[in-house]
């Protein structure tokens, strides 16, 4: 009877331990974080909270806020303000926490509206982008000229013309029914969609890799992909978060690509 008490405790014990490792993992840990960096030195990463965000070459501002009904929907509405802070133009229902601009050619902006799931995280997870929106603003009137969505995991990048640029990372080697049916890898790919013909993708650049690239990161503790934009062109550097002495850290550049946005242009 006393072995059978006994045994019935450990057990309760091992299961309550094992309850409590689960809920304390980190389902991100290890993951690929990403970092977009604009001309301007601004930058985007996951750890970026603020309600705004500067449109990049423009005086205006991007705000995100709760929609009316978010507490059934959890839909965010997006502000344009200006440069006093002041609201010029609103859009219901169409933002998210992590919301970007950029301007383009004749007082137009891109913006991008994305949906991540990361948690402890406001986005730029690798494995964690549900979908985007990508809207084309007429700055000087507000009008929306153009909407589409980005699916799962395809990260925007930037745009050029009517062409908007994405990452898509790689998969390696997998396997269904017990081995029966393999699915190939497949590397990481630059690529772009046209506002002419959003349904097709047009491949830019193919990486050296699925996950990741041939670099050492075994001092590190993080692995981030840095997204440097510059007109027409685009470096993608891979970096690792590592100690450089005097209890002092930084992202340490492993590998880098540059990539040209105008090849092909009309």
């Not at 229902?93 to 050619?105: C, I, N, T």
Request: with cysteine; proline share 3%.
């Amino acid at each position: 009877m006393r072995s059978k008490i006994l045994y019935t405790v450990c057990y309760i014990c091992c299961a309550a331990i094992l309850v409590l490792l689960l809920t304390g993992c980190n389902p991100t840990a290890g993951a690929t974080e990403y970092e977009v960096i604009y001309p301007s030195g601004y930058s985007r990463d996951s750890y970026a909270y603020g309600e705004k965000s500067p449109i990049e070459g423009s005086s205006c501002y991007l705000q995100w806020e709760e929609a009316d009904d978010y507490k059934k929907t959890y839909d965010y509405d997006i502000h344009i303000l200006d440069e006093n802070g002041s609201v010029l133009y609103e859009y219901p229902d169409m933002g998210s926490k992590a919301v970007r601009g950029s301007v383009q050619e004749y007082g137009k902006i891109w913006v991008c509206a994305e949906h991540w799931t990361a948690p402890h995280h406001n986005g730029y997870v690798e494995g964690w982008l549900k979908k985007s929106d990508l809207l084309l603003i007429d700055l000087s009137n507000g009008e929306i000229l153009f909407h589409e969505k980005a699916g799962e995991n395809e990260f925007y990048i930037t745009s050029t013309g009517g062409r908007c640029y994405f990452y898509l990372p790689g998969k390696e080697e997998s396997e269904k029914l017990f081995g029966l049916i393999k699915i190939p890898a497949e590397n990481a790919v630059i690529y772009y969609r046209d506002t002419s013909d959003w349904t097709q993708k047009h491949t830019v650049y193919t990486f050296d890799y699925m996950a990741e690239p041939d670099i050492d990161t075994s001092n590190g503790v993080l692995t981030r992909i840095k997204f440097y934009i510059s007109e027409n062109q685009l470096k993608v550097a891979w970096t690792s978060y590592e100690s450089v002495g005097n209890g002092n850290w930084e992202y340490l550049e492993k590998k880098a690509y540059e990539i040209s946005l105008i090849h092909g242009m009309n």
